[in-house]
């Protein structure tokens, strides 16, 4: 069984989440800022449908980008120095959050639901929240958005609707972090597409320790401005 969690933002240890399904931790509580950056602080995110109770989750091993690790493919090379393409960051931050949520064909529904939109949302007014964006011929094909506090990334979501458009994305946020010197962009869960970008498993313990030390650094003020990287 998991906890239900009550009106204070405290979460039970992460080493108390279950195997199966890996990471499942507590349920409940509410998507306050409060408790979201708490959350995050301790190595835990959000993740569930709409209607159902509020899922917190910390899987074992994670699925981790260290800045410098980020794979850039020679196909992508050569697109990033093309430069055909905008890279802007925290101008359409809500746009960016409903075009990941939009169906995709491996999936059955969204989690990027209503209460998450308005949660994030106001964590990108308070500062905490980002969008990366990949603009072409003046529309919005591509991006990702995520949390950030201290020199600590949380990735959450990205999308494309042209090619390689979040990957561009995704190379200027890495190599921009490289440059603030930030020490880890959290990817969630392992997939064969993040790992194709150089993403890769670390055990539960040693990624927490990697957090408790990068949160408590000073953070880069909002709205982010990224220097030119490409091009």
Same mark, same amino acid.
């Given at each position: 069984m998991i906890p239900f969690l009550n009106a204070s933002p405290v979460f039970p240890p992460v080493n108390r989440a279950l195997r199966s399904p890996n990471g499942l931790l507590a349920a409940g509580g509410d998507l306050s800022p409060t408790r979201l950056l708490q959350a995050y602080r301790h190595g835990i995110f959000p993740w569930f449908s709409a209607g159902e109770p509020i899922l917190w =989750?910390?899987?074992d091993p994670?699925? &981790?980008l260290l800045p410098h690790e980020f794979s850039i493919s020679h196909s992508l090379r050569k697109t990033l120095h093309k430069g055909r393409y905008e890279s802007r960051t925290d101008t359409s931050f809500e746009q960016v959050m409903r075009a990941c949520a939009e169906p995709r064909p491996d999936q059955n529904g969204? =989690? %990027?639901h209503e209460e998450m %939109? !308005? !949660?994030y949302c106001e964590l990108h007014r308070m +500062?905490?929240?980002?969008s990366v964006e990949t603009w072409?011929? +003046?529309e919005l094909v591509g991006g990702l958005y995520g %949390? !950030? %506090?201290?020199?600590? *990334?949380y990735g959450e979501s990205m999308f494309s609707r042209r090619t390689d458009a979040s990957k561009i994305a995704l190379a200027h946020l890495a190599g921009q972090l490289e440059r603030w010197d930030f020490g880890m962009i959290d990817c969630q869960m392992n997939t064969p597409h993040l790992a194709s970008l150089g993403a890769r498993e670390i055990v539960r313990s040693e *990624? &927490?320790?990697r957090v408790q030390s990068l949160v408590d650094q000073p953070g880069v003020p909002a709205p982010w401005r990224f220097e030119r990287l490409f091009g």
């Open positions: =989750w910390s899987p994670r699925m &981790v969204t =989690w %990027i %939109i !308005a !949660a +500062g905490y929240a980002h072409m011929e +003046g %949390i !950030a %506090i201290g020199r600590m *990334f *990624f &927490v320790a």
